[in-house]
């Protein structure tokens, strides 16, 4: 079983209007509502890949309990915290020629009780998990340095973390060596100010995160695919042609084909051709966090991994 961590889950409202325009009431029938927040986007998809997925994180409030009904439609077991307050809702309000605007609540502020509460329950299942994956941006209340207590507990029960975040959250819990960060090229840019224009620039880039700690680096290049660095050796992944639909979860589903492979004990070039099968799947569908099974066994025969 793998175990997905979203401190910081979202109810993502989508409503399609037939034009932008200020000081108006707009009518329609085409809106829908979903579990958000990137480690749901992985849940999703691990059980996509029929593996069993159990949750953790923060929830509160009449949002926080759809999205409790979400996953369990969907059979991810839930082990999210209760919390005050109400889980923070994103509105993405889109019109007939593709111009949108994201308007993303804050949520709610976590108590030290509540964070206590959800550090118990992960330390009470971690011996069942696998492989755990963590997601995205920290609620309000919480230390920068989360991350690291939660990887520090997984090792000390000899469990991998793969650590999806970006900035300086990421940057501050490298020290706790998480075993892969998958940032994509502009957050690698970002946290290491380096102008990524050359493979070099990149192997340069990846070399002082893995300094940092990290044990293994996947930097996601979108339609490009993937270069990796790491403790079985440096590799670019290359990726064929596909027809795009939506790229929002592309990430989350590479890490979530990541977790799946290494929780099978599959050879790294395996888990790149995992990682980024459901990558482009999840590009090609309309949803987010989305992939189809068969299109992903297809890829994995075309996607290429070199050794660099
Ligand atoms: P993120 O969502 O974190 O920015 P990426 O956009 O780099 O991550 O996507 C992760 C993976 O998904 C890529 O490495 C690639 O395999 C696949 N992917 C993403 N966008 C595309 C695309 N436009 N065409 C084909 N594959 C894509």
New binding site residues.
Partial sequence: MIGTITLNPAVDRRYNIDELAKNTVKRTEDYHASAGGKGLNVSRVIKLLEEDVCAFGFLGGNTGDFIRSEIKKIDIIDKFTDVCGTTRTCLNIIDSNGDNIEVLEKGPSISEDDKNKFIEEFKNEVENLDIITISGSLPKGIDIDIYSEIIEIAASKGKKVILDTSGDVLLENLKSKPFLVKP?KEELENITKIKLDSEAAIKMAAYKILSKGAQNIAI????N??YFFGEEGNFKVD?PK?D?SN?VG??D??VAGFAYSISKGKTIDQALKYA?AC??SN?TLKGTGQIDMEQVNELIEKIIVRKI
């Fill in positions: 994509n996601s290049l979108g339609s695919g993937m990726i596909v795009v790229t592309s990430g589903s590479s980024n990558g482009m590009a």
